[in-house]
Nanobody
Framework: QVQLAESGGGSVQAGGSLRLSCSVS????????LAWVRQAPGNEREAVAA???????SYSDPVKGRFTISRDNVKKTLYLQMNSLEPEDTAMYSC??????????????????WGQGTQVTVSS
C-alpha cells in the first residue's frame, strides 16, 4: 500500500509560479514510479509529468519546458514546479503511483494509487 497526499495548490495570475508537493508513504514507496495528473472541468484526466524509479522524467507537450517534476527521497516527497502558468493549466492536480511502468508513462491505467488532489487556478 502507498499513501499519497498533495499540497501547494492555489490561485495565481497568468505568468506566475506554484510548487505542488505530494508526500509519499507506505511499503517500498521509494521504489514506485510517480506522476502528476490533472483534470480540468469537463475534460478527461491527463498525465502531465512522470518520474520513474531510475529518476528519468517525462512531460506532456503542453507543459514541457514550463513544469519540472522532482523527488526528494529523504523527505519522501514528490514535487511539481510549475512556471509560466497559463489559464489552460487550471485543473485539479493529483499525484499517482505505479509499481512500474508497463507501457507509456501517460497510460493512467497502470497507476494503482492516487492522492485526493489539490486545486490550481490560473487567472488571466
Amino acid at each position: 500500500q502507498v499513501q499519497l497526499a498533495e499540497s501547494g495548490g492555489g490561485s495565481v495570475q497568468a505568468g506566475g509560479s506554484l510548487r505542488l508537493s505530494c508526500s509519499v508513504s507506505g511499503y517500498r514507496a521509494g521504489s514506485y514510479c510517480l506522476a502528476w495528473v490533472r483534470q480540468a472541468p469537463g475534460n478527461e484526466r491527463e498525465a502531465v509529468a512522470a518520474l520513474d524509479s531510475d529518476g528519468d522524467t517525462s512531460y506532456s507537450d503542453p507543459v514541457k519546458g514550463r513544469f519540472t517534476i522532482s523527488r526528494d527521497n529523504v523527505k519522501k516527497t514528490l514535487y511539481l514546479q510549475m512556471n509560466s502558468l497559463e489559464p489552460e493549466d487550471t485543473a485539479m492536480y493529483s499525484c499517482a503511483a505505479a509499481s512500474r511502468f508497463q507501457g507509456r508513462w501517460d497510460d493512467l491505467r497502470q497507476y494503482n494509487y492516487w492522492g485526493q488532489g489539490t486545486q490550481v487556478t490560473v487567472s488571466s
